[in-house]
Nanobody
């Protein structure tokens, strides 16, 4: 399950890189997938990507060229990097997953010049 979602950068300028880290329960990266999901203001949830138990990431085609999801099993962490952000990337970002599909508390990311 998700244990902690880092607060992240908060405010980014266009073209910068977003980096978010999520800490999950020990060993669970090997037994259940974890997802990065975002919710833009006034819109519904959108999946950004996922880390499979095999260590192979999966990306939403809308961000695939800019996104990178990695994991560190020794730290029980998954990380999302999103390059070349634009104002359209403004959203609350959630880490979610595990056997019970728990959610992190969410991180507000605003992209603005």
């Amino acid at each position: 399950q998700v244990q902690r979602q880092d607060s992240g950068p908060g405010l980014l300028k266009p073209s910068q890189t977003l980096s978010l880290t999520c800490t999950v329960s020990s060993g669970s990266l090997l037994t259940a997938p974890y997802w990065w999901i975002r919710q833009p203001p006034g819109k519904g949830l959108e999946w950004v990507g996922a880390m499979r138990t095999t260590g192979s990431p999966l990306y939403n085609p809308s961000v695939k060229s800019r996104a990178s999801i990695s994991r560190d099993t020794s730290k029980n962490q998954i990380t999302l990097q999103l390059n070349s952000v634009t104002p359209e990337d403004t959203a609350v970002y959630y880490c979610a997953g595990g056997s019970g599909f728990s959610w992190g508390q969410g991180t507000q990311v605003t992209v603005s010049s």
